[in-house]
């Protein structure tokens, strides 16, 4: 199901989960950008994930996709991926989820970089098991 303005409040709240600090602001401009689709999952009327595919230059990129499963994240993946058929995607995953991992390799997809995760101070505490793609390596 696409997002709807109305479902902001309950996205604002699974982004904090997974993303670990409130980015209230930047949600609100990145789930309106020109070019994107964005995806929610519901189950029994909660929200279990969501995703928001992007154009970019050449393309299209995944990001963020946050769910409570793996089969949750690969029916948001394929909604991305339908939403872009014919173009390049792009989708970023924390190697420490392992079910990011298997999604990857389910539907061939390319491994082209790698990078790290950095924190200056502590970590934000967050369930990396919901982080199947991050939002952007861009925005640094």
Same mark, same amino acid.
């Given at each position: 199901?696409?997002?709807?303005?109305? =479902? @902001? =409040?309950?996205?604002?709240?699974? =982004?904090?989960?997974?993303?670990g600090? &409130?980015?209230?602001k @930047?949600?609100?401009?990145? #789930?309106?950008?020109? &070019?994107?689709?964005s %995806?929610?999952?519901?189950?029994?009327?909660a929200?279990?994930?969501?995703?928001?595919?992007r154009?970019v230059?050449?393309g299209?990129?995944?990001?963020?996709? %946050?769910? &409570?499963? &793996?089969?949750?994240?690969?029916? #948001?993946?394929r909604a991305?991926?339908?939403?872009?058929?014919?173009?390049?995607?792009? @989708?970023d995953?924390?190697t420490?989820?392992k079910?990011?991992?298997?999604?990857?390799k389910?539907?061939?997809?390319?491994?082209? %970089?790698?990078?790290?995760?950095?924190?200056?101070?502590?970590?934000?505490?967050?369930?990396?098991?919901?982080?199947?793609?991050?939002?952007?390596?861009e #925005?640094?």
């Amino acid at each position: 199901m696409k997002i709807e303005s109305e =479902d @902001f =409040d309950e996205i604002k709240s699974y =982004d904090i989960e997974c993303f670990g600090f &409130d980015r209230a602001k @930047f949600l609100k401009n990145w #789930l309106t950008l020109p &070019d994107r689709q964005s %995806f929610k999952y519901l189950e029994n009327n909660a929200l279990k994930g969501f995703a928001v595919i992007r154009k970019v230059n050449i393309g299209f990129k995944i990001g963020p996709l %946050f769910a &409570d499963n &793996d089969a949750i994240a690969e029916e #948001l993946y394929r909604a991305c991926l339908n939403s872009a058929i014919g173009e390049p995607i792009y @989708f970023d995953i924390p190697t420490v989820n392992k079910g990011a991992i298997q999604i990857v390799k389910k539907y061939n997809a390319q491994y082209t %970089f790698e990078c790290a995760r950095m924190y200056y101070g502590n970590a934000p505490k967050i369930n990396m098991n919901k982080v199947y793609g991050i939002t952007s390596f861009e #925005l640094g």
